[in-house]
C-alpha cells in the first residue's frame, strides 16, 4: 500500500512542476514586450501602405491590428508598403550618393527613403524596426521580375543575419502571388518570432498544455512499473554463496602485459560563433543605417 501511495505522490509531484514550468514559461511569453515603452512620436500611427490596391479595406485593418500587437511584443515599427510603380528614375537620382544601383537595388533606395523620412523606430525616430516594400512593377526588370525589399533598422539590423533576411523575404515570396494577405501576414509574424525567440514563426514549436499531462503520467506509470518489478527476479544466490567461508580465495595472481598501443584522432575544434546580425548592412541616401536584402516574385 505505502508503495502505491509513494508512486501516487511521485505521479502528483512530477505534475506539479511541469504544471510550473508550462506556467511559467507561459507567464514569460505573456509579458513579452510590457518593458518596452514607445519613445517616438514623430512618426506616423499607419503601418499598411496598398498604394497598389492589392489588399481588401478589410485585410488592412487585420493587418493594421496585427502589427499593432507585433509591436507592442517586440518594441519594433513594423512596416509594410506595397507599390505598383517604376522605380528606375527615383533611384538612379541618388546615385551620386549611392554610387551605380542594379535593378533589384531601386526598391532598397525607396524601402531607405520611406524609413527615413517618416522617421520610423519604436524607441526612437530612425531606431528599432523594419520596412518591408514590395514592388508589383514589373518595368523596372529585364527579366520581368517584381522586386521587394526589406529594410531594417536599429535593434532589427543587429539581430537579422542574411539567412534571416532571406527567409522572411522567401516566405512572402512563395505565397504573394497566390494570396497577398498571407504573404504580408507571414512577413509580420515571422519579424515577430526571430525578433522574440530567434525562429521563424514556422519553426517555432508550441506544447500544448495536454502534453504535460500525458508527460506526467508515462513518468509516472515508468516510476510505477519500476518500482514494482523492482524486486521481481532478485538474485538469491552469489559467487561466493557455496564457497566455504563465503569468500573466494584466489591461490594464483598474475599480471599479465598484452600490448601497448596508442591511437591518434583529430578533434574538430569548433569555430564557435554563429548568425552575426546586419545582413546587407549599409547606409542610406540619409545618413542611416540600415541591414536589408530583396529577392523578387
Not at 507571414?186 to 514556422?202: E, L, P
Request: aromatic share 12%; net charge neutral; charged share 20%.
Amino acid at each position: 500500500m505505502k508503495k502505491y501511495i509513494k508512486s501516487m505522490a511521485f505521479f502528483l509531484i512530477a505534475i506539479a512542476v511541469l504544471l510550473i514550468i508550462y506556467f511559467v514559461i507561459r507567464g514569460m511569453k505573456g509579458v513579452v514586450g510590457e518593458d518596452y515603452v514607445r519613445g517616438n512620436s514623430t512618426a506616423p500611427a499607419q503601418r499598411v501602405y496598398d498604394y497598389a490596391d492589392v489588399l481588401t479595406g478589410s485585410e488592412e485593418e487585420k493587418l493594421e491590428k496585427l502589427i499593432a500587437k507585433r509591436e507592442a511584443q517586440i518594441g519594433c515599427d513594423i512596416v509594410l508598403v506595397i507599390l505598383n510603380e517604376p522605380l528606375a528614375s527615383y533611384a538612379k537620382a541618388y546615385e551620386d550618393v549611392l554610387g551605380s544601383l542594379s535593378e533589384s537595388e531601386y526598391v532598397m533606395v525607396y524601402a531607405d527613403n520611406f524609413y527615413d523620412e517618416y522617421a520610423f523606430g519604436y524607441n526612437k525616430p530612425h531606431g528599432d524596426g523594419c520596412v518591408l516594400v514590395d514592388n508589383w512593377d514589373r518595368s523596372d526588370s529585364v527579366y520581368g521580375y517584381a522586386y521587394n525589399w526589406l529594410s531594417t533598422s536599429g535593434r532589427v539590423e543587429s539581430r537579422f543575419s542574411t539567412s534571416m533576411i532571406n527567409h522572411v523575404i522567401d516566405d512572402v515570396n512563395d505565397r504573394v502571388n497566390d494570396d497577398p494577405y498571407e504573404a504580408y501576414k507571414s512577413y509580420v509574424n515571422n519579424i515577430y518570432s526571430y525578433m522574440s525567440s530567434g525562429k521563424s514563426a514556422s519553426d517555432r514549436v508550441v506544447i500544448p498544455f495536454y502534453a504535460i499531462i500525458i508527460i506526467s503520467a508515462v513518468v509516472a506509470v515508468i516510476y510505477l512499473i519500476g518500482n514494482l518489478t523492482k524486486n521481481v527476479g532478485t538474485r538469491t544466490t552469489a559467487s561466493n554463496t557455496y564457497v566455504n567461508g563465503g569468500k573466494a580465495k584466489m591461490t594464483v595472481m598474475t599480471d599479465q602485459f598484452i600490448r601497448r598501443s596508442t591511437t591518434k584522432r583529430h578533434i574538430q575544434r569548433s569555430s564557435g560563433g554563429g548568425g552575426g546580425g546586419g545582413g546587407g548592412h549599409h547606409t542610406s541616401a540619409g545618413g542611416h543605417s540600415h541591414g536589408g536584402g530583396g529577392g523578387h516574385h
